[in-house]
């Protein structure tokens, strides 16, 4: 009864005095946003994923429409699309060891095959050389057994990346010309002469160099963009001209 009494007694109060009832109304409103504010916070975290897989694909388009920039003029301006980028997640990652792969959550199904390319928004991770229905494996570029064609941003001077087997964030890119001008913080980015990636994808930057034992080809130690310790979304590259360009150029040649 005494409750009753006291919540008509307030009700009173707040109608009849518009201070206290301006009071009530902020106090209503704040406590109502609060509320709200917590259940959009919730709201936005299981949103997350949606979030990110919509940033992932939007990133995707972006990239294939720097990659598919090339204009040839013949009769008139043409885009030349040569490429194909296909969104996946990192499903396992080794690099530790000498020869390091890493599982992508796509595969065959999704029309992945042997020899794509596989980069960040940083720079590259490695090459495909297996695949299942839902899976791929990569060759990371963290694998003794890794060969990619690279060049020196600046001078265009090309050779081939490999790693050494010691650090994970540093990789060698070799048989470049001594008459190369070489300097530390150099970019080092894709050549474009194989068919798996495009040109100019960075891959790192020049940590230090020195000759060969022959005193003729530089050897480059290139600080990784990428953090390869630390993989999740990636893009999978596909070169839609690889199938003619292999007939003209077959492997042995």
Not at 14 to 21: G, I
Not at 146 to 159: E, P, T, W, Y
Not at 183 to 193: E, K, L, Q
Request: proline content about 2%; charged content about 20%; cysteine-free.
């Amino acid at each position: 009864m005494f409750l009753i009494l006291f919540l008509v007694a307030f009700m009173i109060t707040t109608q009849s005095h518009d201070y206290h009832k301006s009071k009530l109304l902020n106090s209503s409103n704040q406590i109502s946003g609060s509320i709200h504010g917590v259940f959009s916070s919730i709201g936005n975290y299981f949103n997350l994923k949606q979030e990110n897989a919509l940033l992932l694909e939007e990133n995707n388009r972006l990239k294939s429409q720097v990659f598919n920039s090339k204009i040839e003029i013949i009769d008139a301006l043409e885009f030349e699309k040569k490429f194909k980028l296909t969104p996946a997640l990192v499903n396992k990652n080794s690099y530790q060891y000498l020869e390091n792969y890493i599982t992508l959550d796509i595969g065959g199904d999704d029309g992945v095959k042997e020899d794509f390319g596989v980069i960040t928004s940083k720079g590259i991770v490695g090459i495909i050389d297996q695949t299942s229905s839902k899976y791929a494996r990569v060759i990371s570029i963290l694998n003794t057994k890794s060969k990619i064609n690279a060049k020196l941003k600046q001078s265009h001077h090309f050779g081939t990346l490999g790693w050494d087997g010691i650090n994970h964030d540093i990789v060698q890119l070799n048989d470049i010309q001594d008459l190369a001008e070489i300097a530390v913080g150099d970019t080092i980015v894709t050549s474009g002469f194989s068919y798996t990636f495009p040109e100019n994808i960075p891959i790192g930057a020049v940590e230090s160099y020195k000759l060969n034992d022959t005193k003729d080809l530089y050897i480059i130690n290139v600080k990784l963009f990428n953090d390869m310790t630390n993989l999740r979304h990636v893009h999978v590259i596909e070169n839609l001209d690889i199938d003619e360009l292999q007939t003209l150029n077959p492997a042995n040649e």
